[in-house]
């Protein structure tokens, strides 16, 4: 058996936060956080940037294209199924820690936001070759830690 935690748990992706386990603060989607924790180890931001085209380069974007990516995978892996959720999930503390400064600040994106992102910029041609590279990378990343 594990033994007790005595001290909380620091991660990597946001220096001021840190994880420890107490029944009287709890969040439903705080494993997360260790996902996150997990995706910041293996360099999926690199993959992102290396990997996935961001046509709205050079234009006044909201949200970085790691944070659409993020938020969507996230909440597929939290249990939300689809778009709907994404406006209560846009000011959840949970999914404005896993995303960088700006969602911090201002929220996730909203289910219009995330819509685009999930139909026009993740089925582009070149995208959809680059999710399949990060994919091969991130699993090849993965089998390398010890």
């Known amino acids: 058996?594990?033994?007790?935690?005595?001290?909380?748990i620091?991660?990597?992706?946001?220096?001021s936060l840190k994880i420890d386990f107490r029944g009287s603060r709890?969040?439903?989607d705080a494993g997360l956080l260790?996902?996150?924790?997990l995706d910041e180890r293996l360099g999926l931001s690199q993959l992102i940037s290396n990997n996935l085209t961001d046509a709205r380069r050079g234009r006044n974007a909201q949200l970085p294209l790691p944070d659409m990516l993020r938020q969507s995978i996230y909440s597929r892996l939290a249990g939300y199924e689809d778009l709907n959720d994404a406006e209560r999930l846009s000011q959840d503390p949970t999914f404005r820690l896993i995303g960088s400064e700006?969602?911090?600040d201002?929220?996730?994106a909203l289910p219009s936001g995330l819509?685009?992102?999930?139909?026009?910029v993740l089925t582009q041609a070149a995208n959809l070759s680059g999710r399949t590279a990060?994919?091969?990378e991130m699993i090849a990343r993965a089998e390398g830690q010890d």
């Open 115 to 120: 819509h685009w992102f999930e139909t026009q």
């Open 34 to 37: 260790l996902v996150r924790e």
């Open 134 to 136: 990060m994919s091969r």
């Open 26 to 28: 709890i969040t439903t």
């Open 1 to 8: 058996m594990g033994e007790k935690q005595k001290r909380p």
């Open 10 to 15: 620091q991660v990597s992706f946001n220096s």
């Open 102 to 104: 700006k969602i911090r």
């Open 106 to 108: 201002r929220g996730a």
